[in-house]
């Protein structure tokens, strides 16, 4: 059974994954990466993950075979498992629980080499629609405080399969990150009864210098103070705190503008190395004044950045307003590019 | 100018390095390993850097030449800069101030192909006095707040130079990892009157399941709630809230648990990649009674390091029980190993 264990001084929570439990020889000083071979994610070998807990077709194939477009199955190596009570228990000073949980992946497209940013808009949106209906349908456990969803693309931001998939972790527990963002936009509001990335939202669009890319709906910024070179928030312009509350038409508005930042990022660093994750409110919270639901996507660029993961504290050599500048000087290019070739073609 | 800038929402301040300006192209995706070549921290290039400010020698040498045992000279590269005042500015909601700091290598050893962890004890401890002298030195001027001491070893912790170095950064903020140590420790202090890091220092005793090694005077522990296999602390056993008000004896104790320490690590795990992090008071604060100084030790062995980086959620693969016996055993066998030997040529 892993262990959830809180950092006595910091509240931090961590998984102890026992049962992937390894020698210390087992750990890899440098990563081999992994490509070719058999991939348990593609159509015609369903039988290789465990049952799925969801999936989107086009017709009206039966669950567990090829056909499908995204599929949701439980994570063979969890993280964390279903079965079991929390038994929180104190040792001394310090405090554990069983590390309950869910741990499933989102297998975000049936062809083994497309990436989640050429997915047609069609099929980007299914998968943002799966993460809602998991997040709907992990919220009916009260043992589920959080579900965290993220996306780690390229090795060097902890891919372990090449076939494109995010994850998502229910958990017992809020992650410390999530609960200092809900602290810091709690008290902004309490002080000013709005809400902060409302207010930021509002800010970047006047100034006009790390906006990335918008439309109707939503909005890509380069955060003020980025911990990595490239970062990227993308948020609703319409306040809401809630991801899972988002309707259809607002997911594919979502995927149009995450589609176009991803391809803005690649075209300026092609197989640029990222981490994606949904910020939004905690479980059974609804329409919090104070905080307001967001992707962010940090990309892992530079090579301090072991330093920066020991220490907490980050180095970031590129200025946010430089680095929206090249994404949308990319985008010009390549859409002068297109347009050439439709000239020389034409 | 370098800028530092504080997030709004979490109160995170980060470094934008300006002066370090790239393209987007100068970010290499995949670290190529640097070695070989001309070596700036060497003997005999001393005209290679810029003027030491500090060194210790075993002779009479004339500075910046050839014989210094320790050395210390401004990055010449800095993340920071010593010439200008903090010009505090708000922009809108945003906060922001000028990138004033120092920024200094501490070069650990004449020899290039020494790692810290093979230094004779006489020599790590001249390291040990050399931070303690720079932070002395550096806490007179009063735009500072706290001085940073690091050491990352290996490439894959964001080692740039080959030559066995550490690095300071004087700073004119309080980082949050620290703000965050201070407040969860004081928090606990005020409930209970005693310091959180004494009672675990008493409780790791009597349990004896994390202790990795300890001599008179400090106590290696792997954390309860380790982020990383093999996270270790290094902690003085007498409570002390700064590392600089600490004697000479006591850092040549300080010198011999961290070197076995290390040598427990790198007997287990060879070429381990890891960061060595002084967390200490802030400058001008002194006898704090709820704080406590120590080194954290974090290997870069998981490959999954991506997520949690981009996330701050952690996911950690070995029990820190597991790990203190593979380096309780590793350390036994290389023991019998030098016995075995002895007994052979002897």
Known sequence: MPELRKDPVLGRWII???????RPTDFPIEDSPVTGGFCPLCPGNESFTP????????GDDPSNQSGWQVRVVPNKFPALVIEGDLAKE??????KMNGIGAHEVIV????HDESFSDLPLERMCLVFQAYRERILDLEKDSRFKYVMVFKNHGQAAGASLEHSHSQLIALPIVPRMIVSELQ??????????RCIYCDIIRQEINQDERVVCQNELFITIMPFAPRTPFEMWILPKNHSSSYRRQSDAELFSLA?????S???????????????VLHTGPLRTDGLLHFHYHFEIVPKLTSIAGFEWGSGFYINPMPPEEAAAFLRESLEKAEEGETDEKNTTG
């Open 90 to 95: 104190g040792i001394g000073l310090y405090d």
């Open 16 to 22: 102890i994954a026992k049962n992937r439990g390894k």
């Open 184 to 193: 810091g936009a709690e008290s902004y509001y309490n002080y000013k009864e």
């Open 108 to 111: 975000e497209s049936p062809n």
């Open 51 to 58: 049952p799925e807990v969801l999936s989107f077709s086009g």
């Open 262 to 276: 991803l391809k803005m990022l690649t075209t300026c660093i092609p197989n640029v190395p990222y981490n994606f």
């Open 256 to 260: 149009e503008l995450v589609s176009r």
